[in-house]
């Protein structure tokens, strides 16, 4: 059963406005959870982590919350920009490795 | 800085055929991973060499083989391909899996279609 689950498969907000993208978890024993945003025909790449220890992460326009009692986290990115379209995929940190969610494209209209 | 360098970027093979998935990373990485896209199952890790001389299955190994040939290259050989294997295949590198958030650096993709 996979331990990182974005729900939403799909998102469109228009241009200007907030884009709120979620995920769940199943393991409470974890140190960091990582966003990561992938263009077609790309790899993906790090856009913003956030550890166990905080609530909060912020960089830029990019806000990650983490909600420990709900085992919840969610990236916010305001204002959304045409260029932020793309799939966005939530990570746990497991071990050596990364598990990575389904992914939620996010579709930013002008 | 070229980062994960991957090779070939398409290959059309066709069932039980073999063939070799090459990376590279000029970052000085210690780990290096493979990982496989497939439409609505998001990235799931094949492999992972978490240093140089050691390497661990992931959550989807089976019918791949892997080998880290130094530091910087790490391959994943699929030695019979079957359809199942179609796929958009990625590698991605790491500075350490103990370093903080363990970021991944991911290469830009292996197409891979097995008829």
């Known amino acids: 059963d996979q331990q990182v689950k974005q729900n939403s498969p799909s998102l469109s907000v228009q241009e200007g406005r907030i884009s709120i993208l979620n995920c769940d978890y199943t393991n409470s024993m974890f140190d960091y959870f990582l966003w990561y945003k992938k263009y077609p025909a790309e790899g993906p790449t790090f856009l913003i982590s956030i550890s166990s220890i905080k609530d909060k992460n912020e960089d830029g326009r990019f806000t990650v919350f983490l909600n420990k009692s709900a085992k919840h986290l969610s990236l916010h990115i305001v204002p959304s920009q045409p260029g932020d379209s793309a799939v966005y995929f939530c990570a746990e940190r497991s071990g050596y490795a990364l598990n990575f969610g389904k992914g939620t494209s996010l579709l930013v209209t002008p | 800085n070229a980062g994960v360098t991957q090779t070939p970027k398409f290959q059309v093979l066709k069932t039980g055929q073999s063939m070799t998935l090459q990376c590279a990373q000029d970052m000085n990485h210690n780990s290096m991973y493979w990982y496989r896209q497939d439409p609505g199952m998001g990235l799931r890790l094949i492999y992972y060499?978490?240093?140089?001389?050691?390497?661990d299955k992931g959550e989807v190994p089976n019918g791949y083989n892997v080998s880290r040939l130094n530091k910087r290259e790490f391959s994943l050989r699929l030695e019979s391909a079957a359809p199942s294997q179609t796929s958009v295949y990625f590698c991605a590198s790491s500075e350490a899996p103990s370093a903080g958030a363990n970021v991944l650096t991911f290469g830009a993709g292996s197409r891979l279609t097995v008829l």
């Open positions: 060499s978490a240093s140089e001389g050691t390497t």
